[in-house]
């Protein structure tokens, strides 16, 4: 192995190291293709619902409010695929596995516990900032416990944080299963439709102070870029790069559980967005961060806009939950990845 500055890799005998940044015109092309079909998507996401393919008839009433809705569910599908499947590349990157997501390491569903527990208490109380917040905060204990219980003298396993992981985020299930059970009707519904992932728009404020979370999240572990490149080497190359990687580490597993915390507060528990696209932007612009943060942030939102609009109209006038769908790809990708190891994958 050989090494250039700012720590990138020249050569990867493994195939699973981080290569070095570089402006290639194919990796530009890549880039080019992936935000020019966001206005393809944009007019998908406005001409499929259940109601009907096609524009809707902006000059009635009801054409112009069916039109909204559908344009609000592309920018919700945007803001929390974006933000799934990025904290998703960032874990695979601090874990060096390719099953680590926010849901397999009991994240998501900490933060499913928060929110739930903020709808059925009324936590909006604080405003528009009170769910994600709640969000985060339950996802954050989430992950501190599911360390807690991975740490048996020294640094925790992978297989041991994923193991644990699955234990507490099973527990946060049940305790959320619990609390649907004794609410009453009007929020036991509220739930449940909210479980099985659900982009209907939110408030204005709401969404304002989302976007916010997510793009100073997004920007921040950008910026963490080259240091996730290095940390993808082992602990002991990052050290002799220089690199403070228990720093880097919390850094970025915090702004990670933000991003996994604020889509759950938005959109409710889809999983498998940020273990699928983080795969697919990796194998067409290559392991460097540089390149795949924000690349997986513009097709995590692609590919949840697309699921969405498939829930919407496959058996319409009836409307799926969009986390069905991501489950029903995600499901077998998650077994595909298990069984033959790609390429990608890291080893402890």
Not at 329 to 334: K, L, M
């Amino acid at each position: 192995m050989s090494l250039t500055k700012g720590g990138s890799t020249s050569r990867c005998g493994d195939g699973c190291r981080p290569a070095p940044f570089n402006g290639s015109p194919k990796n530009r092309r890549r880039a080019l293709l992936l935000v020019a079909a966001l206005p393809l998507l944009f007019a998908v996401s406005a001409m499929l619902g259940p109601s009907g393919v096609g524009l809707p008839d902006t000059a009635s009433v009801s054409g112009r409010a069916i039109l909204d809705l559908r344009l609000g569910r592309f920018f919700m599908g945007m803001l929390v695929g974006a933000a799934l499947s990025t904290s998703g590349t960032v874990f695979q990157a601090i874990l060096r596995n390719p099953l680590a997501e926010p849901y397999v390491l009991g994240v998501s569903g900490g933060a499913g516990l928060g929110a739930a527990l903020s709808i059925l208490v009324g936590g909006a109380f604080i405003g528009a900032i009170g769910l994600p917040l709640t969000a985060f905060a339950f996802a954050l204990l989430t992950l501190l416990v599911v360390y807690a219980i991975a740490n048996q003298g020294g640094v925790p396993s992978v297989y041991s944080l994923i193991l644990s992981g699955v234990i507490v985020s099973a527990i946060c299930s049940s305790v959320i299963m619990f609390l649907v059970s004794t609410a009453d009707i009007e929020g036991m519904h509220t739930v449940v439709w909210w479980m099985l992932g659900n982009l209907q728009p939110a408030s204005w404020a709401e969404q304002f102070v989302s976007l916010a979370f997510i793009l100073a999240a997004i920007v921040g572990l950008w910026l963490f870029a080259p240091a996730l490149n290095v940390l993808t080497l082992g602990r002991e190359m990052a050290h002799y790069q220089g690199l403070d990687a228990g720093f880097v580490t919390i850094s970025s597993l915090l702004l990670s559980t933000l991003l996994a915390a604020t889509a759950v507060s938005m959109g409710g528990m889809i999983g498998f967005v940020g273990l699928i696209v983080p795969h697919v932007m990796r194998s067409i612009f290559g392991p460097d961060h540089r390149w795949l943060i924000p690349a997986s942030a513009i097709g995590g939102g692609a590919f949840l806009v697309l699921c969405d609009a498939l829930a919407r109209t496959i058996m319409a006038p009836v409307e799926i939950p969009v986390g069905v769908v991501t489950a029903l790809a995600g499901g077998p990708f998650f077994l595909i990845v298990l069984r033959k190891k790609m390429k990608y994958a890291w080893t402890d």
